[in-house]
Each structure stands twice: as C-alpha cells, then as structure tokens.
C-alpha cells in the first residue's frame, strides 16, 4: 500500500517489532529514522534495510531528549521480554516514563503524531476475562515486574495529558504477546523459548503448572494493527488492544511447539515467577469497528515461520540426531 510518504521516527527500531515496522514503513514509501539504543535490538535486525536511501540508523538512548524533525512518531523503545526488564529495572522505568516524556516534547515541537507501544500489562494479573480497554487492571506496584507495567502505565498518563494538555495527537496501542521471526533467542520470552529448546533437544521450560494462559498474535498481523491505528481517524486516540483472541494454554503451547518441530524434547516443570498474570485474552471488538482490523495469521502457520526462521539462523543441531 503506497500513501503520501512522510518522515517517520521508529525508537526501538532494532528491535522484533520495530525491525519489521521499519521494513514495512519503507516498503510503504515512508522515509524511516530508527533510533535504538541496541539494549535488546541489534543492528542485524535492520542491516538489510541499510542500502536503502529512504532508512537512516541513530544510536540513541530515548531517556535523553532527541532533536530530529519528522512528521510521525512510533514511541516503541523498551525492553519487552521480563528477563530483560527485570535486569535493569531502574533503566526499564525511565525508558518508558522519560523516554515518553522525551518522545511527547518532540512531538510537540514539530507538530508530529506519536504513538505509544503500550502493552497488555497495563491490566497485571487481570480479574475480567477477556480485557477489554475500559477495565482498569490490576498490577501489583512493587513487585518484580512493576518496572515495566507501572513504567507503561506512566506513559499512558503521560499521552493523555499531553493531549489534554497541550492538544497532541495520540495513539495508543497495548499489545498483547506477539511473535515471530527476530525475536531475541535468548530473550526468556516462551515463545522463543519453547522453540528454541525442541530444536535443540533441551527439555521444554513449563513454568507453573503451565495451565496460565496467553493469546499470541504473528508479527506481521501486529505491524498491520500499528500501522492502521497511526492512520485512524484523528479523534480516535484509543487505547486499543491489539493481539489475537485465539487464547491457549501455555502447556498447550509447549505441546504445538513440540508437534511442530517434531521434536524429541520432555516437558519440564518449573516454578512459576511471582507476579505471573493467570490468564490473558484481548477483547478486540474496539480494533475491529475503529480500525477495521483483526488478526489473520493462525498460530500454526505463524509458529512455523518462526520455526524455520530460528532453525535457520540460531539453534544448534541435535547431538546424534
Ligand atoms: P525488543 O526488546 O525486541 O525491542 C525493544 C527495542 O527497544 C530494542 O531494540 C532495544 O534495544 C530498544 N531500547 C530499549 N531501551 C531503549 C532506550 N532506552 N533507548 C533506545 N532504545 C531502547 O521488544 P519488542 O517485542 O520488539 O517490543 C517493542 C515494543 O512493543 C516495546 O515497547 C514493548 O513494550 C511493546 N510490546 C511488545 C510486546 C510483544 O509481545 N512483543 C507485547 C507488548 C508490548
Ligand atoms: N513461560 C514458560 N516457560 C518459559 C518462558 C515463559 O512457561 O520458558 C511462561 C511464563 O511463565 C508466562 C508465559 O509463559 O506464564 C508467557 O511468558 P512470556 O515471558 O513470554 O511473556 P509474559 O506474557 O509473561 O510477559
């Protein structure tokens, strides 16, 4: 889809998501600014789009301010999986809460409109079921993951006052676990995880009972959510889930990953980490009647893409296999 091309920023460029936005962003005719710091990202991520004219890659912290002019913001820095946030969880909240207010006060100045990369941990261990955006959540405030679910919540408050405030347009998404090809192979999340141990022949890591649940949306049906929602109509703000509704087991998952590697690997019980949300399902009925938008890729199909995507480029074949 070609439209008026703009200069759009991309923080947290290098990363999963952020890779694939910029791809999809030039490949729309936009000329791109990625900006990452390479905590989790890696300039691998986005070496591909370097020969292009339209793609320039910045070493940048968002928690300091940035001068650039461009005509649009998608504010996505910040490290996603929990063993990463949880490293440095001071630096985790002042990515997402100074590097809001940094990311704010630029758009501000050149008139741009942002979005944030919001996240379904805004609703913590949630007590409504599926989440829908009016439910308010609930997080715990000091607990091992609260550097990130309160650092996003922060940057809620910050979008909508400055649009309050100062009369910015804002966009807010929170999504739910999303997958795919370039997720970080040692990022903890289970989704790499899981496949990244059936392809090795390592015993897959179920935490907990693995009875949990999650609803994982394919990268590519994830971009398409952002992009829509940058592009709405100008009064509609959200926040909006995006993620596919299609829940399962994490145990269930461990199974799929299994069968669709054809791997010998057991399951493996292990204690489920303090603060782990019991179950997660995005109601989307908000996506789809303002942004038309809903998820395309079955969880089979999107799974093998990232099989072949992680055999090809990171696991290590299995000894006497
Ligand atoms: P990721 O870790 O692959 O990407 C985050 C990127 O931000 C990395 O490239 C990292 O180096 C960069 N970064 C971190 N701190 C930075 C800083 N201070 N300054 C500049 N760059 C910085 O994670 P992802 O899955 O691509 O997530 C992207 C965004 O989407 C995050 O904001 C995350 O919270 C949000 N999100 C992702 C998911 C998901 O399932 N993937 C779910 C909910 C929300
Ligand atoms: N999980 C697991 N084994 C792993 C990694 C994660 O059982 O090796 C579980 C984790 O406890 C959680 C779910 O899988 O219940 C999703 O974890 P992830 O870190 O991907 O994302 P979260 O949704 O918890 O932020």
Known sequence: MKSTPKRILVTGGAGFLGSHLCERLLGMGHEVL???????????????LLNDPGFELMRHDVTMSLYVEVDEIYNLACPASPVHYQHDPVQTTKTSVHGAINMLGLAKRVGARILQASTSEVYGDPTIHPQTEDYWGNVNPIGFRSCYDEGKRCAETLFFDYHRQHDLEIKVARIFNTYGPRMHPQDGRVVSNFIMQALEGRPITVYGDGAQTRSFCFVSDLIDGLIALMNSADGFTGPVNLGNPAELTIRDLAEKVIARTGSRSELIFEPLP?????????????????????????????LDATVAYFAQKWAKPVQGA
């Open 274 to 302: 303090s603060d782990d949300p019991m179950q997660r399902q995005p109601d989307i009925s908000l996506a789809r009647k303002h942004l038309g938008w809903s998820p395309k890729v079955p969880l089979a199909e999107g």
């Open 34 to 48: 990625c900006v990452d710091n390479y905590f989790t990202g890696r300039r691998a991520n986005v070496a591909h």
